[in-house]
């Protein structure tokens, strides 16, 4: 038996279609129109084949809770793309502020409308 991919992580957030928006508009995420009604509002949004975002609406147990600076020194989702440059740039006119990688490489962490920590990391061709 061994783990080999990562189907989805869950984010609360507080407002669903400020978040699909955010992830949708800005990110180019898709949303997938197979979720069931849980009781609750949300969102499940499509990164590639089988793998997703699962946006919860529902009350966040750490509100208020203080969050470092850096997206990097937090928990974070990690996700990678083809061009971090056309990302930034989306970032930037969007007002979304983001730091660069501490580690030198192709990274940016910015933070989703809920605080939620996100690492874009370009894609090295292999």
């Known amino acids: 038996m061994s783990i080999f991919d990562l189907h989805h992580v869950s984010l609360i957030v507080s407002d669903t279609?400020?978040?699909?928006?955010?992830?949708c508009d800005l990110l180019s995420l898709t949303v997938d129109?197979?979720?069931p009604d849980l009781g609750f509002p949300g969102a499940w949004i499509n990164?590639?084949?089988?793998?997703?975002?699962?946006?919860?609406?529902l009350?966040?147990?750490?509100?208020?809770?203080?969050?470092?600076?850096?997206?990097?020194r937090d928990r974070h989702l990690a996700l990678r793309c083809h061009d971090l440059d056309t990302i930034?740039?989306?970032?930037?006119?969007?007002?979304?502020p983001f730091s660069r990688s501490k580690?030198?490489?192709?990274?940016?962490?910015?933070r989703d409308p809920d605080?939620?920590?996100?690492?874009?990391?370009q894609h090295a061709p292999e």
Do not use: D, V, W
């Not at 605080?115 to 990391?121: F, G, R, V």
């Open 115 to 121: 605080n939620n920590a996100i690492e874009i990391m």
């Open 103 to 110: 580690s030198g490489r192709k990274a940016l962490f910015c």
């Open 59 to 72: 009350p966040n147990p750490e509100a208020g809770l203080a969050r470092p600076a850096h997206g990097g």
């Open 47 to 57: 990164i590639n084949a089988g793998q997703q975002i699962h946006l919860l609406e």
């Open 88 to 96: 930034a740039q989306r970032l930037e006119n969007a007002g979304i």
């Open 17 to 23: 279609a400020r978040s699909t928006a955010f992830y």
């Open 33 to 35: 129109t197979s979720r």
